[in-house]
Structure formats: structure tokens, C-alpha cells
């Protein structure tokens, strides 16, 4: 038998996290065509509503029914407008660990949204599912996802060198793959408990 996580909703004070939907697939294409989005991220390029769609209707239900992980679209609780995705990925359920992936939309950076649905995640993840421990993995340039993992109470663990690629535009606007390191961070539900509630 496949352990899975339950398709369930979260919410907190500002968000709720949901399973995707047909409706989010043109914000979902926005998305993850901005610039930074593509950078951090594998995603194909361009990002078109056929690959949103894709992804909605097959690629992220199958992240939980094939046991890997979830995927969360976040939106926010009073516009209902997608600001974000949480993936929970690479899910060991021996070890009961995981790794959480996410990403904001561009008109919805710097409100803290990021950090208040992966601790929304985190918190349900170690007192609901019972998990040992969330990992998150961020490129050595991304200070922006380093500061989300140290905001929610991650533990920096070390440096894998060169371990990644990620993008970035040359003189003429083309794409081009770069190798960086990866910086690990750690999360276990003692250091959320030391952290206390940012989300409900």
C-alpha cells in the first residue's frame, strides 16, 4: 500500500492553501514566466497555459497519489487570488521527511506570504502527520528563500557544492544554465514549537 498525504486545506490568518484548480492555471502561468520564478525554479520555458494546465490536472495530483509529496496552491483568504505554491517533494515516509519547494507571485512578494504557508505547512506536517523533520533547500544566490527558511526557524546544515543549476539571462535575453551550491536547511517540530505561531 502507497502512504500519501491527505488532500486537505489549510488555513491561516491571511491564506488559504488548497489543491490547484482549472481556474489558477492563468495565474499559474504568470507566475512561473517571471523571471525569478524561471531562475530558482526548473520550470519549462516559456510557461504557457498548456504546461499550467498539465501540471494542474496531472503532474501535481499525481505528487500525492504516487505518495512523493503535495502540492498547495496558496491564495489569499479575502481576494482568493493565487500569491503563491508550497510542493512538498522527495517525501521518505521510513524516515517521515520531506522537502518543501515555494514559490510567490511577483505582485505578492515581501508580504511575508511565503513564510506564513510554509510554516502553515510545517506546523501541520509534524502535528497532524506526525513528521520528524522538513527540509528545505535553497541556491547559494537566493537570499530571498534563505531568509523564508531562517524566518520559519530552519537550521542552516551545510553547503552542497555545485550541486545545482539554476538560470540566468545573457546580453541578448536568452536563458542559460548555471551550476551553484545548495545550501540545506533543517527543520524540526522542536524548533517550530521554539518559534510559536505565525499562522493559525
Request: proline share 4%; aromatic share 8%.
Amino acid at each position: 500500500m502507497t502512504l500519501t498525504f491527505p488532500d486537505i486545506s489549510i488555513q491561516t490568518d491571511r491564506l488559504l492553501l488548497r489543491a490547484f484548480e482549472e481556474a489558477d492555471i492563468p495565474e499559474l502561468a504568470a507566475m512561473m514566466s517571471d523571471d525569478l520564478s524561471v531562475t530558482w525554479t526548473s520550470v519549462p520555458i516559456p510557461y504557457t497555459n498548456a504546461e499550467a494546465r498539465d501540471w494542474i490536472g496531472r503532474r501535481a495530483p499525481a505528487e500525492r497519489t504516487s505518495g512523493r509529496g503535495i502540492v498547495l496552491a496558496v491564495t489569499e483568504s479575502m481576494t482568493h487570488r493565487l500569491v503563491g505554491s508550497v510542493h512538498l517533494r522527495n517525501t521518505d515516509w521510513r524516515t517521515l521527511s520531506t522537502e518543501a519547494g515555494y514559490v510567490v507571485a511577483p505582485w505578492a512578494r515581501g508580504e511575508g506570504y511565503a513564510a506564513e504557508s510554509v510554516q502553515a505547512v510545517a506546523q501541520w506536517l509534524f502535528r497532524d502527520q506526525k513528521f520528524e523533520r522538513l527540509e528545505i533547500r535553497t541556491a547559494a544566490g537566493n537570499t530571498a528563500s534563505q531568509q523564508v527558511a531562517q524566518k520559519i526557524g530552519c537550521v542552516s546544515e551545510g553547503v552542497l557544492r555545485n550541486a545545482l543549476i539554476v538560470r540566468s539571462r545573457t546580453e541578448d535575453g536568452r536563458w542559460t544554465d548555471i551550476r551553484t551550491d545548495l545550501i540545506v536547511w533543517g527543520l524540526l517540530p522542536e524548533d517550530l514549537e521554539d518559534l510559536g505561531d505565525l499562522a493559525a
